[in-house]
């Protein structure tokens, strides 16, 4: 999952405590990694002289460095591999109080640039078996000690048999790290005794990338230190603390927010160019944050560390010209269907020029000035303004003397977003649910359209009558390189590219997709049902709020004669051929209907705004 989060409150007003709180929770997290970092320095660490590394799943070397015994696994590592430690008591190194390991990257040089997958110790267990014996005694681990204040995963769920969370720098390593292991009390067992650590990754990253330690150190050491450290007074306050505020975070209602945060320092990955753009070759020199120097200048409140907060401020700077210029375009995008510059993914020298430089200019300033950046405001007085509001009827002259309208001469016609036109259909059926929040909707999709695309061959429509069968195209699944079909034939991207502005199409697939699309089927017979019930023994106004539901506009004069004609044409063709009706769980009367919602989704008048 992302990483970092923080929990949001659904209410507003617990904003306060639930920052508060997290940020004391933070804190308290760094006071133990950096006196656990002191105290892990000064340790005076041990490799057993009989220590034996090995995997049933993977082969491994061992070298010693600067007097560690160093593991690194070769070739392919899968899932589920186990690392097995074993060495044999000896007296310079007992009673046992800690274990330490040092992972880091294959490559160490390469890493600090272009990351390599790291390993996550999904269970870490140990036991230990006295002379003269044949069974193993598991021994008890109290605590896991990282180097990192906010981890993405729990490093105490190293100690669960059944998560698959734990510590490890996931899911990338561009460093060396550190982990210490804390027994609950020494462990003092005979001269001779075997002693056995187990490491077991279940975490397989994207169903591809195993994340398993694939280089490190193993020591240990007999210092009482470590429990004097854990047992201290000031250690068990703060540890009553944080358990306190957890306990207090926990019960505030709230949500988990992905956002972006800095990495510590010594945790973060050296920047470097691409050499000439070749993202596999990266040129030596390290890259510190900067702008272009052509925009208005950056000035950090440390030089030297400059950080996402500067870049906040110089991009609402008022001298940067480029920020609300680039939004209000965008918003005139999203309401007018074309940008005052065209191009949304190119503002530069490469892209189209602005067909009204002045309007832009305006609007960019007061943005920032009059509307204090505020988005609802801007999009106020777009819709309000004489030129939204003015018909969008053309003449054949003005079609071809300003096909796209860049003169504002007429209001503007664009059709509906892939999303808006699914939603808009569930809306006028009145199936569409309107929940915030939760898990992905299978909507119904033709038969065989998800296996060409992803070669997955189970879609577990959601049932009927399940809320989540209904919900907004933003929550149906859809996978990177193969969206929800029906979205494709309104001209939704694939999800490989960041995609700034659509290029709307007009192909038969669309209108094959509102005809004879399974989930559109279900919305027209939704919509028919919804007439019917609406004005009982009333066709003339059962038709009449079909059209005023899908198209917004009254139904009068020649075009009601038509949609009349053709209810009672399918109402005959369904008298005559009953089983058809039967096909569609309905009466003639409904089959008609359902016949004339299919129509009337698939106008124009029902896709364009």
Known sequence: EHHPRVKVPHDPKKYSQANSLQNEILALNEVEVEQTAKLRESTKWKTPESLKISSSKVKI???KVDGRLEFQTTGTVPVGTVLDFKFNVSEDMWPLTAIHMEVMPEDMEKAIHSAEWAGTMSHVWMSVRQPDTKKFVDVPIKMVLGDDANPPLDPQQSLNKKSKEGWGPHTKIYRKRNVVFLLNEPLDVPVGSQVKFHILHRINYLAAFPLVTRRG????????AWLDWYNSEETKALHQKRKT?????????????????ELPEKLSRDMRMFDKGNWLEKLDKSLKPNVPASLNTFNPVDSDKPTRLDLAKWMVDPKNPLTARVAVNRIWE????YGIVVTLEDFGSSGELPNHPALLDDLAVRFRTEMKWSTKTLIRELVLSNVYRQSAKVTKEASKRDPRNYDLARGPRNRLTAEMIRDNALAVSDLLVTKIGGGVSYPPIPRGGYTAASNRKDWHTNKVGDEKRYRRAIYTYGKRSSPYPSLIAFDAPSREVCSTRRITSNTPISALTTLNDPAFTEKCAALARRVSEAKPDDLAAQLKMAYQLTTSKDLEGEKFTLVQDLYRNAKKSYDEQP???QQLEADSHIAALISVATVLLNLDESLTK
């Open 579 to 581: 089983k058809l009706a």
């Open 61 to 63: 070397k061992t070298k």
């Open 245 to 261: 505020a957890k306990a207090k975070l926990k019960k505030i209602p709230s949500v988990n927010l992905p956002i972006m945060a």
């Open 217 to 224: 150190t193993f020591a240990v050491s007999d210092d009482t």
């Open 334 to 337: 999203q309401i007018f269907g």
